[in-house]
């Protein structure tokens, strides 16, 4: 028993010393990432920011458990990740079923964490109205916008009510007026649900708006990718603050310079 | 209630029968109006093939035997069709008799290999091992003319209905096996990786993800099966096939009635036509999500 209790104290994530490499003999081997220890409190927004090509996907696929780490330690609430324990996913793309109505996406992950039959259309419709959709669950992927099924999407990833929500660059495919709306909903949606978040991006704007914290990745030329620095966000937010207003406020622009800044030195250090 | 629908109703009723076109007529017409010319084009290509077909009768290149008229063709077409001089039909049976227990056997047979040849592509193409034993002996099946093993299977089935569609299993069940094999290992990475995410297991990624994903392939593995059955029922009915479309053929080859096997051969073609259009709007009915994300 008071090993349980550790375990639920302890950190949501932990990485450490974190070493991801790719390819099958030493003249084809890349390294990913090297060395990157992590925690995510419980509760926690976290972003991870930094170029294409830092390593942040590979990071969060670890996480996932989708990815090995080859050296290191990766733990998830106390035991290695793997894929549909507790943690949601939502990609870059909505990677939605298209053989599946929208609705019956969402029915197809409450199926999987054991919602029984009869209460998943009240499931179903329940998150579609958290992400905005209400009474599309009739409806054929294809038919939605582009935004719409990335909400589908995040709507999806939350039915099993995930502890941990990871998010690879979900908005980075969407139109600017959409990607605004969705972002603040997802800043709502964890803020409310106290759902742990990791979150990557390649831009320092929205790695402001959403992130408690921050996480600078680089891989500067010819060098895997790691953490160089850590930026804590303590801009002044409720659930009702207007994302506009946010962004208009000077502390907003500072940090966003700052995190800029520092994204530009970290491309450019020597390993 | 009547008081509420009346004054709608009315509104639209009595006025004119709408003798002008609607505004976006034109472009329906326009359209109608292509699709009619490609008919007429199909149409003088077919009168064009007939008049040549005429040509070279009246020309007497080769004996009336070997080469008969169109309208010979017709005529004999007809006497298939209809009971004459107390004969019925060609052999003993309507043309579409023929084709109707033709096209059972082909049924049958095709039924039987998709609910076989599905979870066997299943199989092969989610488990290893099952590949390295059973996709070299699809392979084999594929590969073989269906008159190879036919005097086997008369050897072991006799002479009745059951050769005939273990042929036709036997032909069709290949493609179904391949296609349904082939899709299921491409299924998008991206696709299992979600259905990861969200809890499925194995079992849930056969049966929810690979299973359905692959069924745009498996329809078009289908069609194919169909396809071959059909090259593969003349085949089948080479032995006591009659009734059968293929029996007929046999029948009038003997007796050198070659307006009659020409029949035959429309026939098969024409209701291959057919059935393959009826096959692409199942197709379209099951598969909505084809050429979509």
């Given at each position: ?36 220890s992590l925690t995510l409190a419980d509760g926690e927004f976290t972003v991870l920011v930094g170029p294409s ?219 | ?41 199909r149409l003088v290509a077919l009168a064009v093939l007939l008049g040549a077909w005429q040509l070279v009768v ?57 609910l076989a040849g599905v979870p066997l592509g299943l199989l092969i193409g989610a488990v290893r091992p099952i ?163």
């Open positions: 028993m008071p090993q349980a209790e550790t375990v639920v104290a302890g950190p949501e994530v932990l990485l450490e010393d974190v070493t991801v490499r790719y390819g099958r003999n030493a003249r084809s081997l890349t390294t990913a990432v090297e060395g990157v090509g830092c390593g942040k996907t590979t990071l969060l696929r670890v996480v996932a458990g989708f990815e090995r780490a080859t050296e290191g330690t990766a733990l998830v609430r106390g035991s290695a990740p793997a894929p549909g324990t507790g943690t949601g996913v939502v990609f870059q793309q909505p990677r939605l079923f298209p053989w599946r109505t929208v609705g019956g996406n969402i029915a197809f992950a409450l199926a999987r964490h054991g919602v029984p039959r009869e209460q998943r259309a009240a499931r179903t419709a329940e998150l579609l109205e958290r992400v905005g959709l209400a009474g599309k669950a009739a409806r054929r992927t294809w038919e939605l916008s582009g935004g719409q099924q990335q909400r589908v999407a995040i709507a999806r990833a939350l039915a099993g009510e995930p502890r941990l929500l990871l998010m690879d660059e979900p908005f980075a495919a969407l139109d600017a007026l959409t990607r605004e709306r969705l972002q603040e909903e997802v800043r709502t949606l964890a803020a409310t649900s106290g759902t742990t978040v990791l979150f990557v991006t390649h831009s320092a704007e929205e790695a402001v708006l959403l992130g408690t914290r921050v996480l600078v990745m680089a891989a500067p030329p010819g060098s895997p990718g790691r953490i160089v620095s850590e930026l804590a966000v303590d801009l002044p937010r409720t659930s009702d603050t207007d994302p506009a207003a946010l962004r208009a406020t000077p502390d907003f622009a500072r940090l966003r310079g700052e995190l800029t800044a520092t994204m530009r030195e970290a491309a450019t250090l020597d390993a | 209630m009547t008081l509420t629908t009346a004054p709608k109703k009315p509104a639209a009723a009595p006025e004119k029968p709408a003798p002008t076109t609607p505004r976006t007529a034109p472009r329906f017409a326009a359209l109608r109006w292509a699709a009619l010319r490609w008919a007429a084009l009246a020309a007497e290149l080769w004996p009336r035997v070997l080469v008969p008229s169109p309208g010979e063709v017709w005529h004999q077409f007809v006497q298939s069709s209809t009971v004459h001089d107390g004969v019925r039909g060609q052999s003993g049976h309507l043309l579409i008799e023929h084709l109707g227990v033709s096209l059972r056997r082909i049924g049958i047979g095709t039924g039987y290999a998709v590949a390295v034993v059973l996709e070299p002996a699809v392979t084999f099946l594929r590969t073989l003319p269906p008159l190879a093993y036919l005097s086997l299977l008369v050897i072991w089935f006799g002479i009745d209905e059951s050769p005939k569609v273990w042929l036709l299993i036997i032909a069709s069940l290949p493609p179904i096996a391949a296609a349904t094999a082939a899709a299921v290992r491409t299924v998008p990475e991206h696709l299992i990786e979600a259905a990861r995410a969200l809890g499925a297991g194995p079992l849930s990624l056969l049966l929810s993800v690979r299973l359905p994903s692959a069924l745009p392939e498996i329809l078009t593995g289908v069609r194919i099966a169909v396809g071959v059955a059909y090259t593969s029922v003349v085949a089948a009915e080479t032995i006591n096939g009659v009734p059968g479309i293929g029996g007929m053929i046999r029948d009038a080859q003997r007796y050198n009635q070659t307006a009659v096997v020409i029949v035959g051969i429309i026939a098969i073609g024409l209701s291959g036509i057919l059935l393959d259009a009826l096959l692409k709007g199942l197709e379209r009915a099951l598969v909505p999500w084809r050429g979509r994300k």
